[in-house]
């Protein structure tokens, strides 16, 4: 199949990280932002051996300009892009009660305003190649969990715009939403409730691993041409 020009935020852990390394592996141009110049470094030496080509932009989701500036950069290098993943997110467990305003900040500026700035800068080049955006939601998209209604909310909103952006553009892009449970990444350890962190870390390390994610994200933008995955959602076995 075709080349693919992927553009990824949040690739230096996690979900993101392992999205990029298979996305490379599978021979496609992974443009991938984060703010950890370290992991985007050990990520771009394992991609290295890989058939596609990876280029790292150290970035901030919250700042305006990083978007613009890693999007230029991206059409600079390698001329579009093809697939849009605005991975990047964060969730700080707690009750609505004890959670704190820059708690609830930090979720929307990240999970929302950074999806959405991101989804801004790169739609008219989505438009040029008749792209595909894959959003990264989360099973807390379709259902509210205790502890975590800020998080919920902003996953919500990942879905909506999803389908608001599958609507206007239906002959034009691809949508995909992927919603996982739990997965085995950082996510846990941004939760500051020592008490609640304690409780759902186990089960989050039995999650899934990351890679699990990463391959229904390649399955999702390697379907073009056969069909679209309008929404995936992924659960750990725990059989
Ligand atoms: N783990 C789960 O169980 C789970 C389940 C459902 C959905 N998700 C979703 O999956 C996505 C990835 O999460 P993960 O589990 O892979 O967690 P993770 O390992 O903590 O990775 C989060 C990624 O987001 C990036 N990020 C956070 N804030 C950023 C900012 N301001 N600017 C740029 N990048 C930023 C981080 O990079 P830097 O810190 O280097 O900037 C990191 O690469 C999130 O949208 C999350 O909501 C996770």
């Known amino acids: 199949m075709k080349k693919l020009n992927v553009l990824i935020t ?13 996305i490379c592996g599978a021979g496609h141009n992974v ?9 985007l470094q050990k990520l ?21 300009h990083d978007i613009e500036n890693a999007v230029k950069s991206m059409i600079d290098e390698f001329g579009s892009i093809d697939v849009l993943i605005p991975n990047a997110g964060l969730g700080h467990f707690n009750p609505l009660e004890k959670g704190t305003m820059e708690e609830w900040r930090s979720m929307v500026d ?12 790169s739609l008219p080049h989505l438009l040029n190649s008749n792209g595909h955006v894959v959003n990264i939601g989360s099973v807390a998209a379709r259902q509210v969990f205790q502890n975590s209604g800020v998080y919920c909310a902003t996953k919500h909103f990942v879905l909506a715009i999803s ?16 919603n996982p449970g739990a997965v085995n990444t950082e996510f846990i350890g941004h939760t500051t409730n020592d008490s609640l962190r304690n409780e759902y870390k186990p089960r989050f ?11 229904a994200i390649l399955e999702a933008i390697e379907a073009r041409g056969k069909g679209i995955y309008s929404e995936i959602t992924l659960r750990p076995d725990r059989r």
């Open 205 to 215: 390390d039995s999650g899934m691993d990351s890679s699990f994610i990463a391959n």
């Open 44 to 64: 771009s030496e394992q991609c290295a051996d890989l058939n596609g080509s990876f280029l790292s932009f150290i970035g901030d989701v919250k700042n305006d």
């Open 31 to 39: 443009f991938g932002l984060a703010r950890r110049i370290d992991n």
């Open 110 to 121: 990240v999970n929302i305003t950074g999806v959405l700035k991101t989804i801004h800068s």
């Open 10 to 22: 949040g690739a230096s852990s996690g979900i993101g990280f392992s999205a990029a390394k298979a």
């Open 163 to 178: 389908e608001s952006l599958r609507i206007e553009f239906s002959d034009k892009v691809a949508v995909t939403t992927i």
